[in-house]
């Protein structure tokens, strides 16, 4: 296996969003309330996309930066923050599990219809943007661990996996082939240096 690391400068071009196959949970107290709660990342549960396999190790969050992060629909920018840790409507817990979400939306039209479709199980998945600091991959079974996650940047209420509607996926696999021929170009260079010492070896 090869762990990597990403420098600082890096860290805006690499921002990722991850699909958890958690079905959000709808919580609510009285008929005005709007609650939501759900997980948006599992740990140590291997996530196999098309031979691609994922997983988010469980002391990934140590350290992360989890300042000011918001609820949005979809990673959509453009649209209005569903709550946000910044006024305590979001709130965000790390356990055993994995990071569980409690957020409590205020009383608008959008989220009406999102809290709505959650209600109904139209909408019942959940994501997570971030940037990955240190990783681990195994180029025999196609698999990369997420160690360290340097950044949060938002959680996200999702209607289609990002797998299946976003180039995340192509360029995960990618970063791979690219690992892969890092990895066998330094065994090759390494192969032609033990062959040239046994050259030399040879005609002492």
């Given at each position: 296996?090869?762990?990597?690391?990403?420098?600082?400068?890096?860290?805006?071009?690499?921002?990722?969003?991850?699909?958890?196959?958690?079905?959000?949970?709808?919580?609510?107290?009285?008929?005005?309330?709007?609650?939501?709660?759900?997980?948006?990342?599992?740990?140590?549960?291997?996530?196999?996309?098309?031979?691609?396999?994922?997983?988010?190790?469980k002391n990934a969050?140590?350290?992360?930066?989890?300042?000011?992060?918001?609820?949005?629909?979809?990673?959509?920018?453009?649209?209005?923050?569903?709550?946000?840790?910044?006024?305590?409507?979001?709130?965000?817990?790390?356990?055993?599990?994995?990071?569980?979400?409690?957020?409590?939306?205020?009383?608008?039209?959008?989220n009406r219809d999102?809290?709505?479709?959650?209600?109904?199980?139209?909408?019942?998945?959940?994501?997570?943007?971030?940037?990955?600091?240190?990783?681990?991959?195994?180029?025999?079974?196609?698999?990369?661990?997420?160690?360290?996650?340097?950044?949060?940047?938002?959680?996200?209420?999702?209607?289609?996996?990002?797998?299946?509607?976003?180039?995340?996926?192509?360029?995960?696999?990618?970063?791979?082939?690219?690992?892969?021929?890092?990895?066998?170009?330094?065994?090759?260079?390494?192969?032609?240096?033990?062959?040239?010492?046994?050259?030399?070896?040879?005609?002492?």
């Amino acid at each position: 296996m090869a762990k990597s690391k990403t420098n600082n400068k890096e860290f805006e071009d690499k921002k990722e969003m991850r699909f958890a196959e958690i079905r959000a949970v709808v919580q609510a107290e009285d008929d005005k309330l709007m609650v939501i709660e759900g997980y948006a990342v599992v740990f140590d549960t291997p996530a196999t996309q098309c031979g691609f396999t994922e997983t988010i190790d469980k002391n990934a969050f140590n350290g992360a930066d989890l300042k000011d992060v918001p609820l949005r629909y979809n990673h959509n920018n453009e649209t209005l923050i569903m709550a946000r840790t910044r006024n305590n409507s979001l709130t965000l817990t790390i356990d055993d599990k994995g990071l569980f979400i409690h957020a409590e939306l205020i009383d608008t039209q959008s989220n009406r219809d999102i809290y709505k479709s959650i209600q109904s199980g139209l909408l019942d998945k959940m994501s997570f943007a971030f940037t990955a600091s240190e990783d681990q991959w195994d180029y025999d079974t196609c698999s990369r661990t997420v160690l360290e996650i340097d950044k949060l940047y938002d959680v996200s209420v999702v209607d289609t996996p990002f797998y299946d509607t976003t180039s995340i996926y192509a360029r995960a696999l990618g970063e791979l082939d690219n690992h892969k021929r890092s990895l066998d170009s330094e065994k090759t260079q390494q192969l032609e240096i033990e062959k040239y010492k046994t050259q030399i070896l040879m005609k002492g």
